[in-house]
């Protein structure tokens, strides 16, 4: 997964260090409760910070940790604007559009996580989708509240697809990989690292324990 090669061991002090500086609020030595939303399930991106509560990273600095997934890019900012949890993993243009609604609000970004955005269009190679042009007249499977699906708009300009001659499917999170391997839809909206691999879990689902 991309996400490993992104956390080499020199950031490892990045980031327990923005957690003991933003959080720590006790005395000193006391241990701190933490809340930590993700932005999704518990998929490879999230493999560090599980890696930190496995080999006791955070207890090291006084931290109990305690991470939950979450349903969609929104909700870990919504969670934490709340005060319901204390920092969340999240999409940085969902929080800056956030932030442009909702301006004061008690939210900031701390620390880049991607080297490279995530956002991306899977598509099946049988519909002859090589280039973002040949997704005219074709179907696109996208999540209304799909963080790569909201970059539509500038994709669009930036490419000189013609948006009307693409018909937009609107589906769940859970359907959007097993529509693909189905073919119900020509291609997908969705995050590198994981679309990819989810539809060829659908598509082929005797090989999950191979992947797993």
Known sequence: MRIIHVF??????????????????GSAG?????????????EGPAAPFLVAVDRGYFTAENLEVMIEPGNGSLEPINRVASGAY????????????????????????????????????????????TTPKDLEGKKLGAPARDAAFAQ????VQTTGIDARKVTIVDVGFAAREPILASGQVDAITGFSFSSYLLSKIAAY???TSLLC
């Open 8 to 25: 080499r061991r020199r950031y490892w002090g990045v980031i327990l260090g923005l957690l003991v500086a933003a959080l720590v609020r």
């Open 30 to 42: 006391a241990q701190t409760s933490v809340k930590f939303t993700l932005d999704w399930k518990f």
């Open 86 to 129: 204390d920092i969340g993993f999240g999409d940085i243009n969902t929080l800056i559009k956030f932030r442009d609604q909702k301006r004061g609000a008690p939210l900031k970004a701390v620390f880049m996580v991607y080297n490279k955005p995530p956002g991306a269009i899977v598509a099946r190679k049988s519909r002859g989708i």
């Open 152 to 155: 539509w708009p500038i994709f």
């Open 205 to 207: 689902p005797w090989t």
